[in-house]
């Protein structure tokens, strides 16, 4: 694990020499390309050590973290075009990913909780150093005060279980049967701010609309699945999680339906991408609470196939930003006539976040369907119509943006650059070539 942060460590250097914009993004393929590479799982463990460690979950994670992040580099152009504090944002962009990769592989929880905090810094800075509008302070206080309030109760919940149990690590703590409710809700809330469930996700849209193209990736891409993985990992709750899972179900299948309609009637493209994730997640949260083998390895799919997915369609609505410069559906219509290639990268991205086959959402939906129904019929009315008005939304997406008269304003013509579809398709290929490799999300159980 050492060589890997070794590795990513001797690239800060990169960040502050001129013109090395895109070996950072080459070193960051290569970093990737070693750990998969590396990949020797015996006994399901792998490059384990007192403190740092992954198995599949984490894995995927980590693989997931370092595509987005290359993939970052290449979205943010303008940045290293117009020299927008391009070196800042690259050792920025580092130190997030350091946090991650960190973050997935510890084996600690303090160790956990330390990382996970500090990767808010850096997407903060993402935030207020490069966003838009003025508005971006109101955003990052929102992200910054959503986050902290709940992090403290889990600071003092993980305190508490070292004083009981004598024992911070992952795989130790596994032996002990905890029902101690208040101590399940503070470890629990952090990872349903982060995730977001529905009610306290007000902080994810007002992120998105106002972070820059890579602030939107990472957060999507990465931000959202640190909820996810936090839950996957403090799965020694499970005798709560039993008892109480009913509530956070329900809020999360009635949200999710709920989120649905929002997305409806949104103009900001990007606010609507933004509810999407809430919907979506909503979904994989429901599954997770299940506690049942398919719920969490759909979970654990839909994650990493949403990662991928929403972090495509922030890019394509970046784009249009870039030529339009607006992220109004009321400016961005009639693209086809506008940028006539880039609706095929439309469509694909589109159909992969309604799940439709062949790609990795589809696994995961089907998966967390099984579940979600075993566990209650009832819950079968609700996944309806959020299946329904998920496919319902995206399509008003896509017909909006790509059908109409064009917009009389428009004056630049450019179909997209060869960088552009090379990014579209880094996030569609992915997406679609991991469904023949399914059992990574099934074996790390």
């Not at 580099?73 to 070196?87: D, Q, R």
């Not at 967390?368 to 209650?376: M, R």
């Not at 450019?414 to 880094?426: A, D, S, V």
Request: overall charge positive; charged content about 5%; some cysteine.
């Amino acid at each position: 694990m050492l060589k890997i942060l070794f590795m990513l460590v001797m690239i800060f250097p990169f960040c502050f020499m001129q013109n090395m914009f895109w070996m950072v993004q080459n070193m960051l393929f290569f970093i990737m390309f070693v750990l998969i590479i590396l990949n020797y799982f015996s006994n399901y463990w792998m490059m384990i050590s007192y403190f740092l460690g992954m198995d599949l979950l984490s894995y995927g994670m980590i693989l997931l973290s370092f595509w987005i992040c290359a993939l970052m580099v290449m979205a943010s152009y303008s940045i290293y075009k117009y020299k927008n504090y391009e070196k800042l944002f690259l050792l920025n962009l580092l130190l997030l990913l350091l946090m991650l990769l960190l973050t997935f592989s510890s084996m600690n929880m303090f160790m956990f909780y330390l990382f996970f905090e500090c990767s808010l810094i850096p997407t903060l800075l993402l935030v207020l150093g490069w966003g838009y509008q003025p508005e971006r302070l109101q955003a990052g206080m929102y992200l910054l005060f959503y986050t902290l309030l709940v992090s403290l109760p889990m600071l003092v919940a993980i305190f508490y279980i070292y004083n009981n149990y004598n024992t911070m690590n992952f795989y130790l703590i596994n032996n002990y049967n905890m029902n101690y409710m208040i101590l399940y809700f503070s470890l629990i809330l952090s990872f349903l701010v982060k995730m977001p469930m529905f009610l306290v996700h007000l902080w994810l849209p007002k992120a998105h609309v106002e972070a820059p193209i890579a602030g939107s990736m990472i957060l999507a891409g990465i931000m959202l699945k640190l909820g996810g993985y936090g839950l996957l990992r403090f799965f020694f709750l499970q005798i709560l999680g039993f008892k109480y899972n009913y509530w956070f179900m329900s809020i999360s299948l009635v949200g999710g339906v709920l989120v649905s309609f929002i997305c409806l009637r949104q103009m900001d493209l990007k606010s609507l991408i933004a509810y999407s994730s809430v919907a979506h997640m909503g979904i994989v949260l429901s599954g997770l609470m299940t506690m049942t083998y398919w719920g969490i390895s759909g979970s654990y799919t839909l994650m990493i196939a949403h990662g991928l997915c929403s972090s495509g369609l922030f890019c394509l609505a970046n784009i249009t930003y870039e030529r339009l410069g607006s992220r109004s559906l009321l400016i961005n219509k009639g693209l086809l006539n506008f940028m006539p290639s880039m609706s095929l990268w439309w469509f694909l991205l589109c159909s992969a976040n309604m799940a439709a086959p062949p790609t990795l959402n589809l696994l995961g939906e089907i998966s967390l369907l099984n579940s979600i129904v075993s566990w209650s019929m009832l819950t079968m009315l609700l996944l309806i119509f959020t299946c329904f008005f998920s496919a319902a939304y995206t399509l008003y997406l896509y017909a909006y943006s790509q059908h109409g008269k064009l917009y009389s304003g428009v004056y630049s013509f450019m179909t997209g650059y060869n960088r552009e579809y090379l990014l579209l398709f880094l996030h569609w290929f992915p997406l679609n070539l991991l469904v023949l490799k399914s059992e990574m999300s099934l074996l790390w159980l």
